[in-house]
């Protein structure tokens, strides 16, 4: 029996409130109102499931309300025929609506008896992930949906909310992984360096509803990847000078957790290092690739080198276009901000790239780093990308690193392979303006 919502007005509620009233409250409410059964989280309701071995649980809610509830009662749910899914959304909406097949799904229950003590019943809805994502993959021009319907030959619903349309909006593999696994530099000065102590958020890309667990190692093979990748010099950290966790547990409900990694920096010579945390395993679902390593990065940088009495060359050097004093090798390490060496552009014999600036430290230290500070003009920030190599004969020469800059003001630092030699070569490979380049200062990194 179907009955629409009504309202009673405020007369017959005081009326029916009143003890010594002559009216009895069974002849002002009409009896198909005494009870009336509705779903609770009736509608249309887009769900996302989770493609794991096990089924999906949804709860329909079937609440019992009404004038007299304690009354008992009775209904049964049923699917909707495809015929009716047409007539009454596919078609109204213009929306191509398809019912999933019976092996998508099953109900805990086709019908629900209430006792006088009953005010909701709720029913399990199963729903196949793997099923219904085949059923999605066949046909993905249509909205795949399990429209149910409670009904009653007994007793009242409201046929306002009758009804519960689970729109099956995706089927999804939940994925672990570290929340961002972007590789952010720690510098720390040689000789006070403190214990790291490192957290690292780390979880599962949607709500947990699973007790999940994650093998964790160290996967220092990923330190030459990067490092051909990226033009790097990370080299891995010494055993025994860092602890990581070995597993990681997400209980249902846990979506994140913080993992501690520590490092004993006092063992740690100058030079750029990689802790790179794996998730090896997880007890289900996938690994995100994406998100799969956790690149712990440490940069120990030696002490600042002393350069009075150094000298520089270059291959090419811009004598006169510049102004007095200005464009020559030598103003990258006058400490004078205001002043450059820039390549040829107005003297004449202008050669292409590279171009090749040679530092004479005047005796041998361990090069650990080097930094680069672009012109400081508004605009005219050339020098891009290049290359370090270390000699100490000024014939014989290493090459220990590249770098790539960015167009800002600040210095900015880059890891050499730390070794030892007397000169330092830059060359420049690559330009930010057709082909000229310049640089305010180099300052140089090592021990002696």
């Not at 990689?274 to 998730?279: E, F």
Request: proline share 4%; hydrophobic share 35%; glycine share 6%.
């Amino acid at each position: 029996m179907k009955i629409r919502t009504i309202l009673l007005t405020g007369g017959l509620v005081l009326l029916g409130a009143c003890s010594e009233s002559k009216y009895d409250l069974d002849q002002l409410v009409p009896e198909e109102y005494h009870k009336i059964l509705y779903v609770n989280n009736s509608g249309k309701q887009e769900v996302t499931l989770y493609d794991t071995d096990a089924d999906n649980l949804y709860t329909l809610s079937v609440i019992k309300s009404g004038s007299d509830p304690s009354l008992t009662a009775a209904a049964t749910i049923r699917v909707l025929t495809q015929s009716e899914l047409d007539a009454e959304y596919s078609i109204p909406e213009a929306v191509n609506y398809k019912l999933i097949g019976e092996d998508a799904y099953s109900l805990a229950a086709t019908s629900v008896d209430f006792s006088s003590a009953d005010r909701y019943k709720l029913v399990e809805i199963a729903l196949k992930p793997q099923v219904v994502k085949a059923a999605m993959e066949s046909n993905p021009d249509a909205v795949w949906v399990l429209p149910l319907k409670v009904t009653s030959e007994t007793d009242s619903i409201n046929a306002d909310k009758d009804e519960l349309f689970l729109k099956l909006k995706a089927v999804i593999t939940p994925a672990i992984g570290f929340a961002d696994p972007t590789l952010v530099v720690q510098q720390f000065q040689y000789g006070s360096v403190p214990t790291i102590m490192q957290k690292v958020e780390f979880g599962l890309d949607t709500n947990n509803l699973w007790e999940l667990e994650a093998k964790l190692v160290v996967d220092n093979d990923y330190i030459q990847e990067y490092n051909l990748d990226y033009g790097t010099n990370y080299k891995a950290l010494p055993e025994g000078t860092y602890t990581v966790p070995e597993t990681a547990a997400l209980p249902v409900g846990t979506t994140t957790l913080e993992l501690e990694i520590s490092i004993n920096g006092n063992q740690l010579t100058p030079g750029d290092y990689m802790l790179p945390v794996r998730v090896a395993e997880v007890s289900q679902f996938e690994i995100a690739e994406a998100k799969a390593v956790y690149p712990l990065a440490i940069r120990i940088m030696g002490n600042k080198l002393d350069r009075t009495g150094w000298t520089a060359e270059a291959d090419t050097e811009e004598l006169t276009g510049e102004g007095a004093g200005n464009g020559v090798a030598g103003c990258v390490l006058d400490d004078n901000l205001g002043t450059f060496w820039h390549s040829t552009w107005q003297t004449g014999n202008r050669i292409p790239l590279p171009y090749e600036l040679i530092i004479d430290t005047k005796k041998e230290y361990t090069f650990t780093q080097l930094a680069l500070m672009q012109r400081q003009h508004d605009t005219n920030r050339d020098t891009k990308a290049g290359e370090f190599y270390i000699s100490s004969d000024k014939e014989n020469w290493t090459k220990v690193g590249t770098f790539s800059m960015q167009k800002i003001l600040e210095a900015q630092t880059f890891a050499v392979t730390p070794t030892k030699g007397r000169y330092v070569k830059i060359k420049m490979t690559e330009s930010f303006r057709d082909g000229y380049c310049s640089l305010s200062e180099v300052y140089v990194y090592g021990l002696e």
